[in-house]
């Protein structure tokens, strides 16, 4: 079983967190969630930010919640946590966690992993083939798009079902 993740706590949607009666939740500003993990939104509204920038900061949030989920183990050996987290970090290992999560998505969140899939990085993958390559770069566009919405509820339980999957193929 996966291990719980915790974090900075929302209840709103795309538009940002409410307080009760629907006003905006205290630090919350148009258009922005009030619930980032770091006081800087982005420069943009979240659906104008590229996806390869979504990607860039879904790869961060992503490699935390394996850093987190690992060091649930009973084993915290570095070598041993090296190993365990690059199961889940690789684009192999994010792009069959993608499929395996794709049937539970909106529409808006396969939206946004169709344009993270369409997105050209200019780099070719050294250590994946570039189908996975892109897959994982949509899984990650994903991430930092439930990131930056404030939707981090939901992106903590597709993480957290995503590794409960995973695990039997990988552990």
């Known amino acids: 079983m996966a291990a719980e993740m915790t974090g900075p706590e929302t209840n709103g949607g795309p ?8 006003a905006p939740a205290p630090g919350a ?12 939104p982005p420069s943009k509204p979240v659906r104008l930010l590229p996806p390869l920038a979504l990607a860039y900061i879904g790869d961060a949030v992503f490699e935390v919640a394996v850093r987190q989920h690992v060091m649930a183990r009973p084993n915290l050996r570095p070598h041993h946590m090296h190993r365990l987290s690059t199961k889940y970090v690789s684009a192999k290992a994010q792009a069959e966690l993608l499929a395996l999560l794709e049937p539970q998505l909106t529409d808006e969140e396969k939206d946004v992993v169709r344009q993270g899939r369409n997105a050209k990085s200019g780099t070719i993958p050294k250590n994946a083939n570039v189908q996975d390559y892109r897959l994982a770069t949509a899984l990650e566009s994903l991430i930092g798009y439930l990131y930056y919405t404030g ?11 995503g590794f409960e999957l995973l695990e039997p193929e990988q552990i």
Do not use: D, N, V
């Not at 538009?15 to 629907?22: N, Q």
């Open 29 to 40: 500003t148009a258009g922005q969630p009030a619930a980032l993990w770091f006081p800087e």
């Open 15 to 22: 538009s940002g967190p409410a307080a009760p009666g629907g």
């Open 151 to 161: 939707e981090h509820e939901r992106m903590r339980s597709l993480i957290a079902q």
